[in-house]
């Protein structure tokens, strides 16, 4: 080839039966990487792993989430009044990886507790603490939207999440 991109894509209707394919079409999108934290009913700390973060208003500021029903933590966070959500950066990926495998993964983490009980992540590349604004029924997930009650900017690059693998941007 002259270095031009192969235009053929594979069409198919979403169903069971192509649920693969509608999942490697959908890591095609590059996404960041967050851990969104909260408390459990008991006040214990509770972490999760997620891809599913997006920008929804700056005024009022509010963002979204959205956590999988089958999910074991999927109750602690709709029941979650307030929570943090974490946009990790590159060198990130082992933190990640703790709250993808368990919820309670805080240890060898450096966090620390905001005014409303629930862990916030020293370190990462931004952090945005929520308010429950809304909650909605999105089939297999449900969409959280947060109003952001306070903010915070790191330094450093994102961790990318795309096709089932973790990368970065590469220089230019």
């Given at each position: ?75 602690v ?26 919820g ?43 109003r ?25």
């Amino acid at each position: 080839m002259d270095g031009t991109r192969d235009m053929t894509m594979q069409d198919f209707v979403p169903s069971a039966e192509t649920a693969r394919d509608f999942r490697d079409a959908l890591g095609r999108f590059a996404t960041g990487v967050t851990v969104i934290t909260a408390q459990d009913q008991t006040g214990k700390a509770v972490g999760i792993t997620a891809n599913s973060f997006a920008s929804v208003s700056l005024d009022p500021a509010l963002v979204l989430w959205s956590p999988a029903k089958t999910s074991n933590r999927y109750d602690v966070f709709m029941q979650a009044h307030h929570y943090a959500v974490h946009v990790l950066a590159a060198d990130q990926e082992a933190l990640c990886m703790g709250f993808v495998k368990d919820g309670h993964a805080f240890d060898n983490v450096d966090y620390s507790l905001n005014d409303k009980g629930v862990a916030v992540l020293n370190g990462c590349l931004a952090r945005f603490e929520c308010t429950q604004e809304a909650v909605h029924d999105a089939g297999d997930h449900s969409i959280i939207v947060g109003r952001v009650t306070r903010a915070a900017i790191g330094q450093g690059e994102p961790l990318l999440f795309s096709a089932g693998k973790f990368g970065r941007f590469a220089g230019a």
